[in-house]
């Protein structure tokens, strides 16, 4: 199926419910049992099934992110539980009771996305949505989710249970932010007392916490790790841009190993890399392409004019000879970071140059 969301009815009621939802929630596939068939069900997409739900409900699990089902929440329990594996890749799983009053998130709360699909069903229903999840009620940092809608990544989740305890425990709890965006606090009043928020792992060194959460695109060293993520998740913000300039006709593989080489060199993460930007001469370069795809990173162009209003330290008349653009991967990684300065200005590795940039928040 192409939509993200199953909608499941055993019931009479359940079935008016699940028909009403589909036609008004887009991206909802409905199935109910074939003895409530009305005669319209091939016209407007619906499936019925023969026999108990518990049957199709594997093959749902697979096949959608979210499960909507108008069944109580006992029975549901009962079915779901031989087939879960992990909350990393089960999916949401929402439940209502046969009178619409109550839309509750079952399973997946957070990762998979049940919390707020629940909120969204209940809306569409006139509901009440039911969430236990204690971040949420609290209204507090969702530790599994931080900075999930501003495209972070966890980079080390072993710790995400104990330090998710430590947020709503209200222990001490140090939240070092290095880079990324700055408005990751969703909630209309101030940050929980109990989390302190520092610039940087050195300042945060000096301070007593029971877990910690690090937002920063550098490879931390070992002893940083020791400190902060014995007891830590680790979050990769998108706050790194990579200004690329290459022959035609170069490999995949060698802009690669240089990305990866160099990233490593500046001790920076390749999770944190936001795009790839270039010149657009180099727009269908099938090794810049190969590589963004590879990685799920856009690739953005600038036109020779474009590049030039980049005063560049070091210009060159070759490049300009043969491309009408003074540098290529310098003025680019600026433009499309919006940074002052480079990490790194400019490194020439065989067919390839690359210069890093980090994304100004300003």
Avoid at 137 to 160: C, H, N, Y
Avoid at 218 to 226: H, I, K, N, S, Y
Avoid at 329 to 336: G, I, N, Q, V, Y
Avoid at 340 to 357: C, D, P, R
């Amino acid at each position: 199926m192409s939509n993200p969301f199953a909608a499941v009815a055993i019931t009479k009621h359940g079935v008016e419910m699940v028909r009403n939802l589909g036609a008004s929630f887009p991206g909802t596939d409905v199935y109910y049992m074939s003895k409530f068939e009305r005669g319209d069900e091939q016209e407007g997409g619906i499936q019925l099934f023969e026999g108990s739900v518990k049957l199709i409900l594997p093959d749902l699990f697979r096949q959608y992110n979210g499960i909507i089902l108008f069944i109580s929440l006992g029975a549901v329990v009962r079915m779901i539980a031989p087939i879960l594996v992990d909350k990393k890749v089960d999916p949401a799983v929402v439940v209502i009771d046969d009178r619409g009053e109550h839309v509750i998130s079952v399973l997946s709360g957070h990762l998979g996305g049940a919390n707020e699909l629940t909120r969204h069903v209940a809306a569409v229903l006139g509901a009440r949505a039911v969430i236990t999840t204690a971040s949420d009620v609290q209204g507090t940092i969702p530790v599994d989710m931080f900075g999930r809608e501003l495209g972070w990544v966890v980079d080390s989740f072993d710790k995400a249970t104990p330090v998710s305890a430590a947020v709503v425990n209200e222990e001490p709890v140090a939240l070092i932010q290095e880079t990324g965006e700055q408005n990751w606090w969703r909630y209309d009043k101030p940050v929980p007392a109990h989390i302190k928020v520092y610039p940087s792992v050195a300042e945060a060194s000096r301070e007593p916490f029971n877990a910690a959460l690090v937002v920063s695109d550098r490879l931390l060293e070992p002893e940083e790790e020791e400190r902060f993520l014995s007891n830590g998740v680790l979050y990769r913000p998108k706050s790194l841009v990579l200004g690329i300039g290459c022959n035609r006709g170069t490999a995949l593989e060698e802009l690669e190993a240089g990305v990866l080489d160099t990233l490593q060199e500046l001790r920076l993460s390749v999770k944190s890399v936001r795009n790839l930007a270039t010149i657009d001469l180099k727009k269908d370069e099938e090794g810049l392409l190969a590589l963004c795809a590879k990685y799920g990173w856009e690739l953005v162009t600038y036109t020779p004019s474009e590049l030039n209003t980049v005063q560049l330290p070091n210009p060159s008349d070759t490049v300009f000879k043969y491309t009408g653009a003074y540098g290529v991967s310098e003025p680019a990684a600026l433009l499309s970071s919006g940074a002052k300065h480079w990490l790194l200005e400019k490194k020439k590795s065989g067919n390839m140059t690359l210069s890093v940039a980090r994304v100004s928040y300003d």
